[in-house]
């Protein structure tokens, strides 16, 4: 009597020296997996508030990867605020007789600025700023420079009031006109300010604004299985 399958013994033998390594690998890719779904998430929720694009978003949430001998992920936000001029800032204009219009800022010739409106939150109405206008950035690559910001002189930043419940924002330096006085640039809320609140509910500390808590816990342990069963056997099926 023969009793063969020693290759076979070999391969399993080889593979229970190697769970170490094969444990390792199943949790940082599990814990990739996971932070992919939950910056999925996250964008998610912010584009849900925010009338921000999805891929404008998408570039301001980033995540740092787990890998060999680095067992975390971390899922960052970026903290500035945002330019005004990403909430949909359109120019608003009104008849004016000889003016010869700005084709850089979508005014037609027979009318004048009257203010830049914008919508801040997905879904609210548009706030027109009165006192604010749009001026070519000077830094960039968009056209030459950096796009169109909205700005407003600095003895008009009391009157912008709020948009919806946000009161706009300036930082930075200010571009300075002999003529027209200082100018300051208007920002909105950050794409941090909407993450905060998820990650408390991500962690469970606030699952009430967002309905129940996501059980990251739970979705880390469906990975690692999924991905402990590829290692050992080669396939992601139960």
């Keep these: 009597m023969k009793i063969t399958g020693i290759e076979k013994l070999a391969k399993l033998a ?16 599990a814990l990739n997996q996971t932070g ?54 359109r120019q608003v204009t009104a008849p004016a007789v000889r003016a010869k219009g700005d084709s850089l800022r979508g005014i037609p010739g027979g009318r004048k600025q009257a203010g830049v409106s914008v919508r801040v939150g997905k879904g609210a109405p548009r706030k027109t700023i009165k006192s604010a206008f749009l001026l070519p950035l000077r830094a960039g690559k968009t056209s030459g420079g950096n796009g169109l910001g909205v700005f407003v002189r600095g003895s008009d930043l009391g009157g912008v009031g709020k948009i919806g419940s946000v009161t706009p924002t300036t930082r930075g330096g200010s571009r300075f006109n002999w003529k027209k006085g200082e100018f300051k640039q208007l920002y909105g809320p950050a794409v941090y300010q909407v993450f905060r609140r998820f990650k408390k509910h991500v962690l469970g500390e606030q699952g009430d604004l967002f309905g129940p808590s996501v059980n990251v816990q739970q979705m880390l342990a469906d990975a690692f299985r999924e991905q402990l069963r590829y290692e050992l056997t080669g396939s992601r099926k139960v």
């Excluded at 080889?14 to 890719?29: D, F, N």
């Excluded at 779904?37 to 849900?48: F, G």
């Excluded at 995540?63 to 945002?82: C, F, H, S, T, W």
């Design 14 to 29: 080889a593979k229970v020296r190697s769970v170490p390594a094969v444990g390792e690998r199943a949790m940082y890719r």
């Design 36 to 89: 992919a779904k939950v910056r999925t998430l996250a964008i998610k929720e912010v584009t849900s508030e925010l009338n921000l694009k999805t891929a404008y978003v998408r570039d301001k949430i980033w995540m740092l990867k787990a890998g060999p001998g680095r067992l975390q992920v971390d899922i960052i936000a970026e903290r500035d605020d945002i330019r005004l001029t990403n909430y949909d800032a």
